[in-house]
């Protein structure tokens, strides 16, 4: 994110920008690992206010959201979706808390500063990653005068956004900032073509934050924040739809194309968010060391209506699905460092967090008899007996969930001359306990016999042996940084990071141990880079290696076709076994491990050679992948390579197919690059601008998918007018200027709903994410 300064903002080099990335104040470029930086000034300059944007400003950062709720983060290669229930791969520290992305990256505004950590994080902060942090700093208030900013911003596509942020000193010893925002939006821009309806994204955010500062060595801020979500995003489907059904001449819909940006579903898809997060952060200057705490609680609630059948592969049916999650957590860390910067040094801290919860799940887990009969049809399965095609099945599950991690870390610091070496661990333990309650709630159906109309359970469906896990690793790193000279530093880092493994949520019952518990993961990287400045700090550049190898990589699989034991219809770990060719009972998300390899490159080049350009580029290359690793797939032709060929069964004697692979851990190309520029031309006491920001994607080829996606080319284009002392600023600007329409994400195979009858039923359609085409807009920004 290292993104060039307006003239009349930037007063320091690149290389000079204060950090906090190894918890201490320090120049970007002093700070022995890859990190890249972005102001407030900067996110609002670029208009970014979610995080699908802000991933254009770091080359391998990948931010996605393709569902309006789950943003699902990729660095180094190296991905993570929120749904699959672990740790993140890439921790979001919010004010130096650990924050779910769900509810920091909806609302982006009033920031102060955001930094991407890269590489594995297991000492300075409370909990662990294995490919990096970003931590996010709100504005805090100013003791000093009354100061702030107002900005609106419409598009052509019905789009807004408007925030403030203001700061009111009492005294110089109290003073409050508050902030809001109003955001709305059309999120992916899909309509449906079979209902009337479009994605739609509205939110609603405000902050407000008390700052103490009775004496210059004692500083404390309380702050409290709340959000409201309420995201309706359409799942996009391209093909041209099923064959009308017998008895039922609907068909799932037309056909669709990319750029049509057609939904085809009969139900919908909405996420709300309510969230509600308190902190409070001190700092206590004893002279020669400094005290600092840090708390917060947070209280969300997590509401999603939604139909299962997204493609409509049963069309005049509705698959629904409601999942409520209401959680606490509460989160504290005390720390103790010393303030010397020569010498020996060092710190020491403890840290605890604890999250409460209990997910209720209530959907439909219908059977279908027939594969090519409508949900209304019958079945003549005797002269004069006829059945219904739908066997009616609903699910309860009740998920109460109790984990807490307790972490204590020590480092030592020793620096002479141009040598400064540090290094630490941090001992974690870390307890989890999930259980699993089932109900079945079965409907009226002559195969049911004397279950028909029963309801059955509740039934725990986790095993005792895997209810209740305890973690105790040990993680922490080393650098070595070398100033060269006053312009050129060189170091080396070492980084061991832990996840904890998972329970799943809602598993279908009488599936194996493997596909119901993972097992921890862990990783070692080791990096060198270089950071300098040349022609008389004109031009800024920073250039890392890094290698980085996991045990047990924790990643989530989606859409897997999987068989389970059966007592009328219905899952159940006392039903007969499988037996091999047997009908698929439906698909599900299954996590699993595999060992991989991660080696790479990134470098950065900020170059300002006259006070009216300034032009940044970044590229990175990380080839991420499995190595020989064992993983759930869809397998229907016994191929051993994942494929929907052919009616929907299992390969092999297991719940699902697996397949080996040495593909790649995220759906990201190996190469990526991103530059901005902005050129400026003075008039007075006016100053109209341009400036631009590309980002460049190659094509590659998914195994897990089987598709070939094409490059792409994202540019979007600003150009405006600032007034006088940078008060006031106009902007005209599209987004997607090239209007690509290109896919992002795509699914293996259409989209299927499996019967009893063998084959399944097939919607004709192939689930997609695409980049969502061009739109114009304009922002105006005042300060004060």
């Given at each position: 994110?290292?993104?060039?300064?307006?003239?009349?903002?930037?007063?320091?080099?690149?290389?000079?920008?204060?950090?906090?990335?190894?918890?201490?104040?320090?120049?970007?470029?002093?700070?022995?690992?890859?990190?890249?930086?972005?102001?407030?000034?900067?996110?609002?300059?670029?208009?970014?206010?979610?995080?699908?944007?802000?991933?254009?400003?770091?080359?391998?950062?990948?931010?996605?959201?393709?569902?309006?709720?789950?943003?699902?983060?990729?660095?180094?290669?190296?991905?993570?979706?929120?749904?699959?229930?672990?740790?993140?791969?890439?921790?979001?520290?919010?004010?130096?808390?650990?924050?779910?992305?769900?509810?920091?990256?909806?609302?982006?505004?009033?920031?102060?500063?955001?930094?991407?950590?890269?590489?594995?994080?297991?000492?300075?902060?409370?909990?662990?990653?294995?490919?990096?942090?970003?931590?996010?700093?709100?504005?805090?208030?100013?003791?000093?005068?009354?100061?702030?900013?107002?900005?609106?911003?419409?598009?052509?596509?019905?789009?807004?956004?408007?925030?403030?942020?203001?700061?009111?000193?009492?005294?110089?010893?109290?003073?409050?900032?508050?902030?809001?925002?109003?955001?709305?939006?059309?999120?992916?821009?899909?309509?449906?073509?079979?209902?009337?309806?479009?994605?739609?994204?509205?939110?609603?955010?405000?902050?407000?934050?008390?700052?103490?500062?009775?004496?210059?060595?004692?500083?404390?801020?309380?702050?409290?924040?709340?959000?409201?979500?309420?995201?309706?995003?359409?799942?996009?489907?391209?093909?041209?739809?099923?064959?009308?059904?017998?008895?039922?001449?609907?068909?799932?819909?037309?056909?669709?194309?990319?750029?049509?940006?057609?939904?085809?579903?009969?139900?919908?898809?909405?996420?709300?968010?309510?969230?509600?997060?308190?902190?409070?952060?001190?700092?206590?200057?004893?002279?020669?060391?400094?005290?600092?705490?840090?708390?917060?609680?947070?209280?969300?609630?997590?509401?999603?209506?939604?139909?299962?059948?997204?493609?409509?592969?049963?069309?005049?049916?509705?698959?629904?699905?409601?999942?409520?999650?209401?959680?606490?957590?509460?989160?504290?860390?005390?720390?103790?460092?010393?303030?010397?910067?020569?010498?020996?040094?060092?710190?020491?801290?403890?840290?605890?967090?604890?999250?409460?919860g209990t997910t209720v799940v209530d959907q439909r887990a219908d059977a279908f008899l027939a594969p090519v009969l409508g949900p209304n049809a019958v079945?003549?399965?005797?002269?004069?007996?006829?059945?219904?095609?739908?066997?009616?099945?609903?699910?309860?599950?009740?998920?109460?969930?109790?984990?807490?991690?307790?972490?204590?870390?020590?480092?030592?610091?020793?620096?002479?001359?141009?040598?400064?070496?540090?290094?630490?661990?941090?001992?974690?333990?870390?307890?989890?306990?999930?259980?699993?309650?089932?109900?079945?709630?079965?409907?009226?159906?002559?195969?049911?016999?004397?279950?028909?109309?029963?309801?059955?359970?509740?039934?725990?469906?986790?095993?005792?042996?895997?209810?209740?896990?305890?973690?105790?690793?040990?993680?922490?790193?080393?650098?070595?940084?070398?100033?060269?000279?006053?312009?050129?530093?060189?170091?080396?880092?070492?980084?061991?990071?832990?996840?904890?493994?998972?329970?799943?949520?809602?598993?279908?019952?009488?599936?194996?141990?493997?596909?119901?518990?993972?097992?921890?993961?862990?990783?070692?990287?080791?990096?060198?880079?270089?950071?300098?400045?040349?022609?008389?700090?004109?031009?800024?550049?920073?250039?890392?290696?890094?290698?980085?190898?996991?045990?047990?990589?924790?990643?989530?699989?989606?859409?897997?076709?999987?068989?389970?034991?059966?007592?009328?219809?219905?899952?159940?770990?006392?039903?007969?076994?499988?037996?091999?060719?047997?009908?698929?009972?439906?698909?599900?998300?299954?996590?699993?491990?595999?060992?991989?390899?991660?080696?790479?490159?990134?470098?950065?080049?900020?170059?300002?050679?006259?006070?009216?350009?300034?032009?940044?580029?970044?590229?990175?290359?990380?080839?991420?992948?499995?190595?020989?690793?064992?993983?759930?797939?869809?397998?229907?032709?016994?191929?051993?390579?994942?494929?929907?060929?052919?009616?929907?069964?299992?390969?092999?004697?297991?719940?699902?197919?697996?397949?080996?692979?040495?593909?790649?851990?995220?759906?990201?190309?190996?190469?990526?690059?991103?530059?901005?520029?902005?050129?400026?031309?003075?008039?007075?006491?006016?100053?109209?601008?341009?400036?631009?920001?590309?980002?460049?994607?190659?094509?590659?080829?998914?195994?897990?998918?089987?598709?070939?996606?094409?490059?792409?080319?994202?540019?979007?284009?600003?150009?405006?007018?600032?007034?006088?002392?940078?008060?006031?600023?106009?902007?005209?600007?599209?987004?997607?200027?090239?209007?690509?329409?290109?896919?992002?994400?795509?699914?293996?195979?259409?989209?299927?709903?499996?019967?009893?009858?063998?084959?399944?039923?097939?919607?004709?359609?192939?689930?997609?994410?695409?980049?969502?085409?061009?739109?114009?807009?304009?922002?105006?920004?005042?300060?004060?």
């Open positions: 994110m290292a993104l060039p300064l307006a003239a009349e903002a930037q007063t320091t080099p690149e290389a000079d920008i204060i950090v906090t990335a190894t918890r201490r104040e320090e120049k970007l470029q002093d700070v022995p690992m890859s990190v890249n930086v972005a102001t407030g000034e900067q996110i609002q300059k670029f208009n970014i206010f979610d995080a699908k944007d802000v991933q254009q400003l770091a080359p391998g950062l990948e931010l996605t959201n393709t569902t309006g709720r789950n943003n699902t983060t990729t660095l180094r290669g190296i991905t993570f979706d929120p749904d699959q229930g672990t740790a993140p791969a890439v921790r979001v520290y919010y004010n130096e808390i650990p924050t779910d992305a769900q509810t920091v990256y909806t609302a982006i505004y009033d920031i102060e500063q955001i930094e991407v950590l890269r590489g594995p994080q297991g000492l300075l902060r409370g909990l662990s990653a294995p490919a990096g942090s970003i931590t996010i700093r709100t504005r805090r208030p100013s003791f000093d005068a009354i100061e702030g900013y107002a900005q609106a911003t419409a598009t052509d596509r019905a789009g807004y956004n408007v925030q403030a942020g203001v700061s009111l000193p009492f005294n110089d010893q109290l003073a409050l900032r508050v902030a809001a925002v109003v955001d709305g939006n059309r999120g992916n821009q899909v309509k449906n073509v079979n209902v009337d309806g479009r994605s739609r994204s509205d939110t609603q955010s405000v902050r407000a934050t008390l700052g103490w500062r009775p004496s210059e060595a004692f500083t404390a801020y309380l702050t409290y924040q709340y959000l409201h979500a309420d995201n309706t995003q359409l799942q996009q489907v391209i093909g041209n739809g099923n064959a009308p059904f017998a008895f039922n001449p609907a068909r799932s819909g037309p056909a669709l194309s990319a750029s049509d940006y057609g939904a085809v579903t009969e139900g919908g898809f909405r996420n709300q968010n309510l969230s509600h997060i308190v902190n409070l952060a001190f700092d206590y200057d004893l002279g020669g060391s400094t005290v600092s705490f840090v708390g917060a609680h947070q209280y969300s609630k997590l509401t999603i209506n939604r139909d299962l059948d997204s493609a409509n592969s049963v069309p005049g049916y509705i698959a629904s699905s409601r999942v409520t999650t209401p959680y606490k957590v509460d989160t504290a860390e005390l720390r103790w460092q010393t303030n010397n910067d020569e010498g020996l040094g060092g710190g020491v801290s403890a840290f605890y967090t604890k999250q409460t079945i003549p399965l005797a002269p004069g007996f006829n059945v219904p095609n739908l066997l009616p099945i609903g699910v309860n599950v009740v998920v109460p969930v109790d984990s807490q991690t307790w972490s204590f870390a020590g480092n030592l610091r020793y620096k002479t001359g141009p040598l400064t070496v540090e290094g630490g661990l941090r001992y974690s333990i870390i307890k989890g306990n999930q259980t699993t309650q089932q109900t079945l709630i079965f409907g009226t159906h002559p195969l049911l016999g004397a279950a028909s109309g029963a309801v059955v359970g509740p039934t725990e469906i986790i095993p005792a042996s895997l209810q209740k896990r305890t973690n105790k690793p040990l993680t922490g790193g080393l650098t070595v940084s070398f100033a060269v000279s006053d312009d050129l530093n060189a170091y080396f880092a070492y980084g061991h990071a832990f996840r904890a493994g998972s329970t799943g949520v809602s598993v279908p019952a009488g599936i194996s141990n493997d596909l119901i518990s993972t097992r921890g993961e862990k990783t070692d990287s080791y990096e060198v880079g270089l950071k300098g400045s040349l022609i008389d700090r004109t031009v800024s550049y920073s250039v890392a290696a890094f290698y980085q190898k996991f045990d047990g990589f924790l990643s989530r699989f989606t859409g897997i076709q999987y068989n389970c034991p059966e007592v009328n219809g219905a899952c159940s770990a006392s039903g007969p076994a499988i037996q091999p060719g047997e009908a698929t009972n439906g698909n599900f998300d299954f996590n699993y491990n595999g060992n991989a390899k991660v080696k790479g490159i990134e470098a950065t080049i900020d170059t300002r050679f006259i006070d009216t350009w300034d032009l940044n580029v970044a590229a990175a290359y990380t080839r991420a992948r499995y190595s020989n690793a064992l993983l759930p797939c869809n397998d229907f032709d016994g191929s051993g390579v994942p494929n929907q060929n052919g009616t929907p069964v299992i390969t092999g004697t297991g719940n699902v197919s697996y397949c080996a692979s040495n593909g790649r851990l995220a759906e990201t190309p190996d190469f990526s690059l991103t530059a901005n520029s902005e050129l400026r031309f003075p008039m007075g006491d006016y100053t109209p601008f341009v400036r631009g920001l590309f980002t460049y994607r190659p094509g590659f080829h998914s195994d897990r998918v089987n598709y070939d996606y094409r490059s792409r080319e994202l540019l979007n284009l600003f150009v405006g007018l600032r007034g006088p002392e940078s008060k006031w600023e106009i902007t005209a600007f599209a987004r997607n200027l090239l209007n690509q329409k290109r896919i992002t994400g795509i699914s293996l195979g259409n989209a299927i709903t499996p019967t009893r009858g063998g084959a399944a039923l097939d919607s004709g359609y192939r689930t997609v994410n695409v980049m969502n085409p061009r739109e114009f807009g304009a922002t105006l920004n005042f300060k004060w």
